[in-house]
């Protein structure tokens, strides 16, 4: 009989790389998803006049984390939690029901989840991993959501062959 074992298993959860959310990273990232006729382009104004021709799916704001941000979490944890899940207020927006929200739960995720939810929420061509994760977590929580990403070995694939580590020292 098979022992469970609790450390092996929450370590899979622990095992995301940190990529670049870079452009480049995005576009490469799309052609290993097969997502088709989407490209990840760098913004450097909000001015909707001067924005690229075509649809825009989603805004991605990449930002610096600094270990400051961690100390400022802890003092607002006690604030209102319905401010952390969009969908606490659904009934306020009917919209809202069809938005697929991801809470982040793994470690070095951000810059897929950020991809992953515009390509969610974007009435887009997935390929097949993509596609079949959305289809499996549809009826998920955002938290269930998060979880299933974390165990997801075809999307942490992916993700981790941008290892920005593994560059460095190789």
Avoid at 76 to 86: G, I, S
Avoid at 89 to 113: H, K, M
Wanted: charged share 30%; with cysteine.
């Amino acid at each position: 009989m098979a022992t469970f074992n609790l450390k092996e298993y929450t370590k899979k959860l622990d095992d995301w790389a940190l990529i670049q959310s870079d452009p480049a990273v995005f576009n490469d990232m799309l052609k290993e998803y097969k997502v088709e006729d989407v490209k990840v382009q760098e913004l450097y104004t909000l001015d909707f006049d001067e924005l690229m021709e075509g649809p825009v799916h989603g805004l991605i704001f990449a930002s610096k984390y600094t270990e400051d941000e961690d100390e400022d979490k802890d003092e607002d944890k006690d604030e209102d939690e319905d401010e952390a899940n969009p969908k606490a207020n659904d009934n306020n927006d009917p919209d809202a029901q069809n938005i697929v929200f991801t809470r982040q739960i793994i470690t070095n995720v951000c810059a897929t989840l950020a991809l992953v939810a515009v390509l969610f929420n974007g009435c887009l061509q997935l390929g097949s991993i993509l596609s079949d994760f959305k289809q499996l977590t549809a009826n998920m929580s955002p938290e269930e959501r998060g979880t299933a990403l974390g165990y997801c070995e075809e999307i942490k694939r992916v993700h981790n062959s941008y290892d920005v580590s593994s560059k460095e020292s190789g």
